[in-house]
C-alpha cells in the first residue's frame, strides 16, 4: 500500500511529457505504462514480487502467487466509499476472467498454461491450479485537473462481478488518501514562434 502514490506520481510525470503533436491518447498511454512500470519495480524490490502477464493483464503478484495487482482507470466515485465506482473504459475478457475467479466461480477457461513469452527473470506463468486460486486487485484511480493541480483520487479493489466490459460489483474496497499534484506546466512543445532555417536553393 505504501507504494500506490509513488505508482500515480510516476504516472503523472509521464502524462507531462506528452506534447500537442503527439498522437492522440499519447499522455494516457504513457501514464499506464509509468503505472505498470513503477508497480512492479516497486513490489519487485521490496516486497520480492513478480512480474505476471496473465491473460493479457499485465501484473504483478507475490511470491506463492495467491495476489496479484494491476491498475484501471475508473470514473468520478473512484476513492469515495459511500459511492460505487466502474471502471472508465470498457474491458476485454481477461477482466472478465480475473474477476470471475475472484468471485470463486468454475475457471473453466483459465489456460492450462498461462506461459509467457519473454517475461524475463522477474516473470512467472501460473500452472492452471494457481490461476484458479489467483485474487486480482486493481489500483483505481481517477484523475481531475482544477486549477494549476491535480487530484487523484485513488483506491485498492477487487472486481467480483463483471458485466459487457465494466465492474459492476467489487469484493473488497480499500479507499487511499486522494494524491494532489500541483506544477502544471505547458506542454512542451515547439514554443509558439515558428523555427526559421535559412535554405539556399540552386
Not at 502524462?15 to 501514464?31: L, S, W
Not at 512467472?124 to 481531475?144: D, G, I, N, P, Q
Request: charged share 25%; aromatic share 6%; with cysteine.
Amino acid at each position: 500500500m505504501e507504494f500506490l502514490h509513488d505508482v500515480l506520481r510516476a504516472g503523472e510525470a509521464a502524462r507531462r511529457t506528452a506534447v500537442p503533436n503527439d498522437p492522440t491518447g499519447t499522455a494516457g498511454r504513457r501514464a499506464y505504462e509509468a503505472h505498470v512500470r513503477t508497480l512492479r519495480e516497486l513490489h519487485i524490490e521490496h516486497e520480492k514480487w513478480a512480474r505476471l502477464v496473465h491473460g493479457r493483464l499485465e501484473l504483478v503478484c507475490n511470491a506463492d502467487r495467491s495476489i496479484a495487482i494491476g491498475v484501471m482507470v475508473g470514473d468520478a466515485a473512484t476513492g469515495l466509499a459511500s459511492l460505487f465506482p466502474k471502471n472508465a473504459r470498457r474491458r476485454g475478457s481477461a477482466t472478465g476472467q480475473v474477476t470471475r475467479t475472484n468471485a470463486g466461480e468454475s475457471a473453466s477457461h483459465v489456460q492450462t498454461a498461462l506461459f509467457v513469452a519473454g517475461a524475463g527473470p522477474n516473470g512467472v506463468a501460473l500452472s492452471e491450479e494457481e490461476a484458479c486460486a489467483l485474487k486480482t486487485w486493481f489500483l483505481l484511480s481517477y484523475r481531475k485537473e482544477t486549477g494549476d493541480a491535480v487530484r487523484i483520487d485513488c483506491e485498492l479493489s477487487r472486481p467480483q462481478r463483471f458485466e459487457d466490459g465494466f465492474v459492476v460489483e467489487w469484493g473488497r474496497r480499500i479507499p487511499l488518501p486522494a494524491l494532489t499534484m500541483d506544477g502544471i506546466e505547458p506542454l512542451n512543445d515547439d514554443g509558439p514562434g515558428e523555427i526559421d532555417i535559412p535554405v539556399d536553393f540552386r
